[in-house]
């Protein structure tokens, strides 16, 4: 379960402002969230991540208060437990696409890539078209197929939650269905709550609960 309790948050030298009183989701929940540019769908992601962190109030994951941590145990939580597909993907450059699907064995604690991980990265990179091409770096493929690694890199450890910013954002409407599939499939198999911003009003019937920033952001209610 994720837990948002009395949140502020506020970036340095910025008058943008977050409050949420409260928000829950339930585990194995599938929620969109939508609303316009600039209304802090992305920064809310971030604070769920740890990624970001609030001035006040908590973000509970499970049993873990994600906001009280440090920052190593953040990035190790998250590479552990959390998936994230990025606005921009986040690739690393000078990995082959096969390397930056197993990055976060390398910053989760105590996770060792072995014959299982590699077979994992293999089958999610075909289970999404990119057979042929996970040995070549991010700068040789497709802004689509860098999307598809990152929505491999963000499922390899099985995580407990999917954040997924825009995760079909560059992708062909066949693509687009292909990868949504993929997300909930993995996830409903892993029993993971997803998170997905979303542009794409169509594929918000797939989804148990949608969250509307335009409305969302300093209301009063938000529990689900
Ligand atoms: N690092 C930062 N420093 C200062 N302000 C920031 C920073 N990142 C984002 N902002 C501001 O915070 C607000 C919310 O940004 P955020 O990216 O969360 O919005 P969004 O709803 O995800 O937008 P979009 O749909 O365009 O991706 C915006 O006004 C943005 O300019």
Redesign the pocket.
């Known amino acids: 379960m994720i837990a948002i309790n009395d949140l502020t948050f506020a ?1 340095p ?2 008058d ?1 402002r977050l409050n949420i009183p409260s928000l829950v989701l339930e585990p194995g929940e599938k929620v969109a969230v939508v ?1 316009p ?7 809310l992601l971030n604070l769920i991540a740890g990624i970001a962190v609030p001035q006040s109030g908590t973000v509970r994951l499970g049993d873990v208060t994600v906001s009280n941590m440090g920052d190593a145990d953040r990035r190790s939580l998250r590479a552990g437990r959390i998936g994230f597909v990025f ?1 921009d993907f986040a690739l690393l450059e000078y990995l082959t696409a096969r390397e930056n699907i197993l990055f976060p064995y390398r910053i989760a604690a105590g996770a060792k890539i072995d014959d299982a991980a590699r077979t994992r990265a293999v089958q999610l990179a075909q289970s999404c078209g990119l057979e042929g091409k996970l040995d070549r770096r991010p700068g040789a493929l497709s802004q689509g197929e860098q999307q598809r690694v990152a929505l491999c890199r963000s499922l390899i450890m099985k995580p407990d939650l999917v954040l997924a910013d825009e995760a079909t954002g560059n992708l062909d409407p066949a693509n687009k269905v292909a990868i949504l599939d993929l997300l909930f499939a993995r996830t409903s198999e892993q029993g993971a709550t997803l998170l997905a ?1 979303t542009h794409d009003h169509e594929l918000l019937p797939r989804f148990d609960r949608v969250i509307d ?1 335009a409305t969302f952001r300093d209301a009063g209610e938000h529990a689900a």
């Open positions: 970036y030298d910025s943008f609303g540019s600039g209304t802090g769908k992305t920064t606005q911003v920033f």
